[in-house]
């Protein structure tokens, strides 16, 4: 069959400012969809100048679209061309399964993949081309009339037996992200995550069980992506890359072994930073450049109530670790937790500042379905525009601090971390600088946050 996958244009405030890199899920489904013999052409709408000609849809027998919150509206828009055009729509990603009604309800979307889409997206291909039944496909939900079913949840997949990415049906060039100058392209090495944070919705959509790849998996891909596509910095985009430290310091052996200039950068706790530092050493002799922190407070109640599992002086010390090997820590801050109050949002501001990590990113407490979080304040929700659940705006009534305030203080986390220095102006500058700025991406940024 003739499969046409999406995705959907993301976000102009991230786009303003160069953030744009492949849609590697997307890119898997393409892979094993082209496995099982399938044509496929993929259309990523979030890239610069992302358009989706009428004609892609006409040559299509399906097209799939895949979905996260921000983009849930932007997605069904899609949708709705497609199935204008007489051709059924498939919906992937962590919105549509959570939020099925809902997309049901548009009447644009016929079938919804439940989690990874890898085996699933093939199996419904193939009860279509022999017009069995597709109750029968694991990992679905489907709209039968008035009423809506799952069938049994899919297998988890091995996700060492997946192919690569299908890197070669995407313009690489057209992604602008970089590192140090650096074009990057990014790496999954492993699914689901084993934490407990109540605002992630990772552990539902994937599971609570860790699958990994192999170091050696790990680095046939990178052999690919180094070799065949040139790319000299990789961001290894799992929640947590570093969970097994071995199989973290195989690759960087196995990176070195090489002889790679290569640069590279990657998520991970910090009760695993302070646990491992001789892992860290390996990292950076391997061309680790930067490590993305769940900081998320320095209110230790809060990082209770959020699921972490690590205290204000372990983070003081991972941020040392890193520096001490000459690595960049990306700290990451949630703020407006349930239990904080204006002054525990302080606090966690002059946190971020003493800590002096070379990159701080504050975001407000998001409900996103699928998630505890959401469950727990569904009834104090009073923003279901979803283009706003992007941690920029405060979407839900906080029980302690006024909407208004809360949203002030975002801006002064933000002024307040980056005016701390010149070398820190200089490094939002060099970091926001990496796409092309222009009037009408401004303008455009400017309408994404306030409209």
């Known amino acids: 069959m003739n499969v046409l996958l999406v995705n959907p244009p993301s976000s102009s405030v991230f786009n303003t400012f160069g953030l744009s890199l492949p849609p590697i899920g997307l890119l898997y489904v393409a892979a094993t969809l082209e496995q099982a013999g399938h044509s496929v ?3 990523d709408l979030a890239a610069d ?27 069904l828009a ?39 889409g890898e085996f699933t997206f093939p199996n419904l291909l193939t009860a279509l081309q022999n017009r069995d039944s597709v109750a029968a496909v694991k990992g679905l939900i489907i709209k039968d009339g008035r009423h809506q079913i799952e069938t ?13 990415p299908a890197r070669h049906l995407v313009d690489l060039h057209r992604y602008r992200a970089s590192m140090d100058g650096r074009p990057i392209t990014p790496i999954v090495t492993s699914r689901g995550c084993p934490g407990a944070c109540h605002f992630c919705s990772s552990s539902s959509f994937f599971g609570r069980g860790w ?11 990178l052999d690919e992506v180094y070799n065949r596509y040139g790319f000299r910095a990789v961001c290894f985009m799992d929640d947590n890359f570093t969970l097994a430290p071995p199989r973290v310091e195989q690759i960087a052996a196995g990176i ?71 690595i ?51 009834d104090r929700i009073f923003c279901r525009r979803w283009k706003f659940y992007d941690g920029l705006h405060i979407v839900f009534r906080h029980p302690l601090i006024n909407r208004h305030y809360l949203q002030f203080l975002l801006i002064k986390a933000f002024v307040k971390f980056y005016r701390r220095s010149h070398e820190a102006t200089q490094g939002f500058k060099q970091a926001a600088g990496r796409g092309k700025l222009t009037f009408r991406k401004l303008a455009l940024c400017a309408w994404e946050l306030f409209f």
Do not use: C
Not at 56 to 65: E, L, M, S, T
Not at 313 to 318: E, L, M
Not at 343 to 348: L, Q
Not at 350 to 368: G, K, M
């Open 41 to 43: 052409v993929v259309r």
């Open 328 to 378: 960049e820590s990306y700290g990451s801050y949630i703020i407006g937790n349930l239990n904080e109050t204006a002054a525990d949002v302080e606090s966690t501001i002059d946190l971020a500042v003493r800590l002096n990590t070379n990159i701080a990113q504050f975001t407000i407490l998001t409900p996103y379905p699928g998630t505890q979080l959401y469950e727990e304040i569904k």
């Open 152 to 164: 049994p949840a899919a297998d988890p997949i091995d996700v060492e037996t997946l192919p690569f």
């Open 78 to 116: 899609v949708a709705r061309r497609v199935s204008a055009a007489g051709r059924p729509v498939v919906m992937g990603g962590p919105h549509p399964q959570f939020m099925a009604a809902d997309i049901f309800a548009s009447g644009y979307v016929d079938y919804i993949v439940r989690g990874e």
């Open 49 to 75: 100048d992302g358009h989706l000609d009428d004609a892609d849809i006409r040559r299509a027998d399906v097209v799939g679209i895949s979905a996260d919150t921000t983009r849930a509206n932007k997605a």
């Open 211 to 221: 699958r990994f790849r192999s170091a050696g998996s790990v680095l046939a891909e």
């Open 256 to 326: 070195i072994d090489r002889g790679y200039d290569l640069k590279w950068w990657n998520f991970s706790r910090v009760d695993t930073i302070v646990k491992n530092p001789a892992m860290v050493t390996k990292m950076a002799a391997a061309g680790s450049t930067t490590i993305y922190l769940g900081i998320e407070s320095g209110n230790e109640d809060t990082l209770n109530s959020l699921g972490k599992n690590t205290t204000a002086s372990d983070v003081t010390r991972a941020v040392d670790i890193l520096r001490q090997n000459g």
